[in-house]
């Protein structure tokens, strides 16, 4: 019996495509993004960009 059992205790990690504007590039940059909550109820997409690899965020809005 190998059983081996991988948990992959993320469950709730969506990676999405979004498009946000990175400060170090001075350009769009289209970006792997999860969804995330922010403190004051709205919603955004946070990543790295692929270019410099500076944080970028896309606020999505408010959830509707
Ligand atoms: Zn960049």
Known sequence: MTAA???VGEGR???AKYEAYCVKCRAKREFE???VTL???RKAAQGICPVC???VMRILG???
Do not use: F, L, R
């Open 33 to 35: 993004g999860t969804e």
């Open 13 to 15: 990690a969506s990676v």
């Open 62 to 64: 408010k959830a509707s």
């Open 39 to 41: 403190k004051n109820g």
């Open 5 to 7: 059992s991988k948990v």
């Open 53 to 55: 690899g500076t944080k």
